[in-house]
């Protein structure tokens, strides 16, 4: 186990609802990261953060926001859900300024979007 | 754009042999490359990291090599177990170091019959 939990487990919604993923960061990690895994696919990164402040981002619109509160801990937030936001969403912490920073991965959120 | 490639196909091999999974990438000059393995249903579990002046690094039954020359890197899982049954993940950081901020291949499925 990592110590990186994630809720909910599993998530329906329709199109156009918007939704909020929960993480909480392993014990002294400062830095939470989240990813989108499409079905066969690899994970694709959404966007970092660190110090409550986003750290970068990938090819994701705006629709995809985050946050990341003083106990390091994260929300993902989806406004206006299509279909193809299906996915497995990942949380991963790790703790920047370490020189061989793995990431420790949560189980995910599956999202089902209708 | 950078981009990961790792073998679509699934790997079938015989418990006892060694398995050889392979990972191109293009258009990026990587610091480091990490391997991941995924279970269904679960987040990637960090197996190992090469940094790009080691040209070959091991852990247990595992091997990663890192030729940044033919931009490719093996990872060999010997004497191979039906608990070694996974999908396995290569990865690349987007940033100038080790950023946590990964890039992804669709990993490569791979399936040890006993």
């Known amino acids: 186990e990592t110590g990186v939990t994630q809720s909910p487990t599993h998530l329906i919604k329709t199109r156009g609802q918007q939704v909020t993923l929960r993480c909480s960061s392993q014990?002294?990690?400062?830095?939470v990261s989240w990813y989108q895994q499409a079905l066969g696919q690899g994970p694709q990164f959404i966007f970092q953060?660190?110090?409550?402040?986003?750290?970068g981002r990938g090819n994701f619109p705006p629709r995809f926001s985050g946050l990341q509160f003083p106990n390091y801990s994260s929300e993902l937030n989806v406004n206006a859900l299509e279909l193809d936001d299906s996915a497995l969403y990942l949380c991963?912490?790790?703790?920047?300024?370490?020189?061989?920073?793995?990431?420790?991965f949560g189980s995910g959120t599956q999202l089902s979007v209708l | 754009s950078q981009k990961i490639e790792q073998n679509s196909e699934a790997l079938n091999i015989q418990e006892g042999k060694t398995a050889t999974l392979t990972c191109n990438y293009t258009?990026?000059?990587?610091?480091?490359l990490q391997w991941y393995r995924q279970d269904p249903g679960r987040g990637p579990v960090f197996l190992l990291l090469?940094?790009?002046?080691?040209k070959e690094k091991r852990k247990e039954r595992l091997k990663v090599t890192f030729d940044t020359t033919l931009k490719q890197s093996l990872f060999h899982i010997t004497a191979s177990q039906p608990a070694d049954s996974a999908t396995y993940l290569c990865?690349?950081?987007?940033?100038?170091?080790?950023?946590?901020?990964?890039?992804f291949g669709q990993g490569t499925t791979l399936q040890v019959k006993p």
């Open positions: 258009n990026y000059s990587p610091a480091y």
């Open positions: 953060y660190y110090r409550e402040e986003e750290n």
């Open positions: 991963a912490s790790s703790l920047q300024g370490r020189n061989d920073e793995k990431l420790f």
């Open positions: 990865a690349l950081d987007r940033g100038s170091g080790n950023t946590g901020k990964l890039i």
């Open positions: 014990s002294g990690h400062n830095t």
């Open positions: 090469i940094r790009e002046n080691e």
